[in-house]
């Protein structure tokens, strides 16, 4: 069983501050997923990154995949309200043929204005 | 483009009913999804569906059925209604390529009394 561990569960920062939230997991994944959910709505997809080592930028959040493809960080630069929300990583396994995606249980983010 | 459409966005029903969810994209996309989602457990798998008549069995699918008839619509069944069936249910779809990003539904509030 593929799992994927996020810390901290729950995040709550001042505007302006950065912050870091973390994916980690035993397992290697051909990619991983980041999206965000708001109160009473669905996931929303933020970015993938595919490449172990890569870095993709959205913005004020820079996303980074692990070399080994096992973990994945979300940094937020000058945090606002707007960011606040249910972060979710996703890692996706292309190995066995078909595709598997597993989901963390999400970092729950509040900045304070 | 509507994306992902769910009716209804909440429903009560009493233990023993049975009801369906209604899940319909405009996207044309081959893969389909219907998840769970309960506080402090992420989005669990029920069903997915890589095609119009093909359905497979997620990580837990006890308790519900689904079909796919056409592209667009993947409903979820629920025969006899149990209180462990309350949560809020999320249907997605993804493009049939090798990074399976998933465009989600607003969602559906089930409460079983």
């Known amino acids: 069983t593929q799992l994927l561990e996020q810390s901290p569960q729950f995040l709550s920062i001042q505007e302006g501050e950065n912050l870091t939230v973390y994916c980690n997991s035993s397992s290697v994944f051909s990619s991983l997923q980041w999206y965000r959910q708001e109160p009473g709505e669905g996931p929303v997809l933020l970015v993938t990154v595919v490449t172990g080592g890569e870095v993709k930028k959205l913005k004020r959040l820079t996303f980074q995949f692990g070399d080994a493809r096992k973990d994945s960080s979300l940094h937020i630069t000058a945090a606002q309200p707007g960011d606040t929300g249910l972060y979710l990583c996703?890692?996706?396994?292309?190995?066995?043929?078909?595709?598997?995606?597993?989901f963390g249980i999400g970092t729950k983010l509040q900045v304070i204005p | 483009n509507a994306g992902v459409t769910q009716t209804p966005k909440f429903r009560i029903l009493k233990i023993g009913q049975s009801m369906t969810l209604q899940c319909t994209q405009d996207?044309?996309?081959?893969?389909m999804y219907w998840y769970r989602q309960d506080p402090g457990m992420g989005l669990k798998l029920i069903y997915y569906s890589v095609g119009a008549g093909i359905t497979d069995k997620g990580e837990v699918p006890n308790g519900y059925n689904v079909s796919r008839s056409t592209t667009e619509d993947f409903p979820l069944r629920l025969e006899l209604a149990a209180p462990s069936q309350t949560s809020v249910y999320f249907c997605a779809s993804s493009k049939r390529d090798s990074l399976y990003e998933q465009y989600f539904g607003p969602g559906t509030r089930l409460t079983v009394t």
């Open positions: 996207m044309n996309h081959n893969y």
């Open positions: 996703a890692g996706v396994d292309n190995s066995g043929g078909y595709q598997k995606v597993t």
